[in-house]
């Protein structure tokens, strides 16, 4: 499995994010297909912070999950069934409202997958179904939009002090892979284990960014 960096801003503090995640019982992060088609279930994020041009790593999650836009996540869900890919599907039940710091949306029942079903698979699904919605409304190939979703994980460790790392990443909106040879500097922080449950589809309706 491999692991990415994650830089947490705008409104959020290590220990507001943190929080958040508690309450809310788990971690989306927004990105476009070309990121997220590249990870896999089980992969490692360490959440940075930027710390005035200082970089620290607060915290882990591991990804259990890819989150899509309702309709979307539908036609998914329904493809996946018919090539027998789901294990639990929990999409009949109701929504619930997720308010976070950075935005808010209605998430519905999530579809848990095989264990050979991985996220480049489901994106690759993903992005030919958004193709197909775009054409039935005309939208050629040259105005097609990129697939968004989200990323789904849950907080696996809390690192207490932060820890700075060597080499220092750059500062990024999305994912970017760990190189290789990267070190803690600062090693001594506390560690928080987490548990992590099994990998899921969800689909969400109403996205609301709260904008900076």
């Known amino acids: 499995m491999a692991t990415y960096l994650?830089?947490?801003g705008g409104k959020y503090t290590p220990r507001k994010f943190i929080a958040e995640s508690k309450r809310v019982g788990f971690i989306t992060r927004r990105a476009p297909a070309n990121q997220v088609k590249a990870m896999h279930f089980k992969d490692t994020v360490i959440l940075l912070d930027w710390r005035k041009g200082k970089p620290a790593a607060f915290g882990e999650f591991i990804v259990t999950g890819v989150v899509f836009d309702g309709e979307l996540n539908a036609k998914l869900i329904e493809e996946l069934k018919a090539e027998d890919?789901?294990?639990?599907?929990?999409?009949?039940?109701?929504?619930?409202?997720?308010?976070?710091?950075?935005?808010?949306?209605?998430?519905?029942?999530?579809?848990?997958?095989?264990?050979?079903?991985?996220?480049?698979?489901?994106m690759e699904k993903a992005e030919k179904i958004q193709a197909e919605q775009q054409d039935a409304v005309g939208l050629g190939k040259e105005s097609r939009g990129t697939v968004w979703c989200m990323v789904m994980g849950v907080l696996t460790k809390e690192y207490f002090p932060p820890r700075t790392l060597d080499p220092v990443p750059p500062f990024t909106r999305g994912f970017m892979q760990m190189l290789e040879g990267t070190t803690f500097i600062a090693a001594h922080g506390d560690e928080i284990p987490h548990d992590a449950p099994a990998s899921q589809v969800v689909g969400v309706e109403n996205y609301e960014r709260a904008w900076e």
């Open 6 to 8: 994650h830089y947490i």
């Open 85 to 122: 890919k789901i294990v639990e599907d929990n999409t009949g039940g109701g929504s619930v409202t997720v308010d976070r710091e950075c935005g808010s949306f209605s998430m519905g029942g999530g579809a848990g997958v095989r264990e050979d079903v991985d996220i480049p698979e489901i």
